[in-house]
């Protein structure tokens, strides 16, 4: 594991802890705030009683005439006490710092010079005295430490408990007889927040305890990781600083349709932010992170090369004005021209092949009716013009092989008022002239409705014409061949979310020639559910730098490969020292399975911006 994904990890960890911790200073702030501090302090019922004590009534016997003297611990001192008015000698030979601290002491009347010991009966007294309630007093009990209400003494006590409505107990020194706290249901729940409160988890007494001084190191631990994510973060250019809010009209060139416009962006804004807001979509699959090197610009003005742009562009890109948008703020530029079209434009696309590869998805293939071929990236999509009308609930042209699996879903019809719906394209441009979609065809739950877009699609017949808009091209790779680091990228996918995925590996071995490691982890349910199955494997032969990873959820007892979901076999693949930085993940698939997905790749460590999604179902 990497020194940047154990600091991520352990900063996480320490958030958690930290954050629950404050949470817990914050409600108990909050409470000490609000308590009344009459009845929390235990004194709702409690009487301060005070009397005067009359030393002429009694003879009393001199010290030096008291007690054993021959022992061989003397008394560090003597007080005169009095309990229940009348006087005795108090000889104490060992006292902590604090009252409740263990000491060691004992009585003598100061009358007879006798020893004496406090009895129940007049314990009882004692506390009756110091109580004003309604509850009946039960009988005292001499108890030995610890005590629930006061975890720091550790002296023994007498416990006189009330029967009252908030549970009263009274609490006298075991020696003296002295009334040392009431206690009730106030005074615990203010006990339980000042443990919490001070973190006193260990029962300790005090506020200087080893929970602090973990928490102490906690906290310091969470700073130094986060300094240290946080400049990992800057040095990689996924952080960026805005100091300026104000508005700047930048010129923007469509090199391919030859137009221009002016737009009004923030000058703190990057450019590619700065465009996307006035609708000029620059391509990006990193998020802005410098990364993907997608958004690609040309400016007049001479602009610094950052350290992403001089790892991503070629030297001579540099010289001609060539920039990535996310590495430069609208502030730096006056006009800039951009290799995109402000136009999308609208096809008509002829059927040339449909037939269904699996049990429920159809290869449907297309060629433009014009002609003229469409230029994009792998990845890919087009959104199709789904007109009103009758559709199938299921496909009439069913394989007999397949027929099983269709058994539970009747024939019939329905009607709509049409849609559009995307779909991605499973090549990319240069590898055939025709342009292959995987239509999974949604089956009807309810017996009424099936998918519009895929029971439409599915139904076209050869030489059947429909229209789509694109390529859109927002979900793609681009090959680094002048990059000096090595890249590793891992693709998972399932079901027909593998169109996408089996576009951009293509392209980027066939067409880029791509040498960095490059996996693709495949779920599906049964072996006839595998998409492509037998050119990937061709394709994992002939390239040394591609592993093909399939693996199916509900395989026959025949099949060799991996079991269970992406999941599973995604987590053998983290655990294999994956660099968090120099790992682009590429998903496609149900959504449950790329939020899972994702979260999986967050927490080992990998910023945001390096998981790039197919929008399943945009």
Known sequence: MSFIKSSKTLHKWLSLVVGIQLLIWLGTGVYFNLMDHHKAGGHEYRVHSHSDHKLSAFELKPVSLVGDLSKKIQPISVKLIWILEHPYYHFVYHAGQHSYQKSRSELFDAVTGEPFKLSSSQALIIAQQSYSGPGQLLKPELLQPPFDDYVAQQNPMWKVNAEDDNNTTIYLDAVTGKVLRHANDDFRLKDLMMTLHFMDYGSSGGFNHWWIIVFSIC????????????????????????????NQTVAVMFAEAGTSCDILASESHSILEGLANSHVYLPSSCGGGGTCAKCVFKSENDLPPTSAETEQLTEEELVQGYRLGCQHTISEVDSVEVMSSNAIETHELMVVASQFITPFIKEVKFKVKSGNPLTYKAGAYMEFGIPAGMNNLRPNDMPRAFEKYWSEYTHGRFSHSGASRH????????????????IRWQTSEDGQRAGIGSSYLGALEVGETVTARGPYSDFFAMSQPNSTNKHRRIFIGAGSGLAPLRAIIFEELKKHNHQDEMILIYGARTEEDLLYQSELEALEQSHDNFIYIPTLSAPSPEWKGNRGYVQKALMKQLSENVQPFATEFYLCGPAAMMEEVENMILDIGVPSQLIFKDKFTR
């Open 219 to 246: 906290t310091l631990l969470l700073s130094i990781t986060g300094v240290i994510w946080l400049i990992q973060l800057y040095k990689n250019g996924l952080l960026r600083l805005s100091w300026h809010q104000s």
């Open 423 to 438: 779909y991605s394209l499973a090549n990319f441009d240069q590898e055939t002239d025709e342009l292959t979609f995987n």
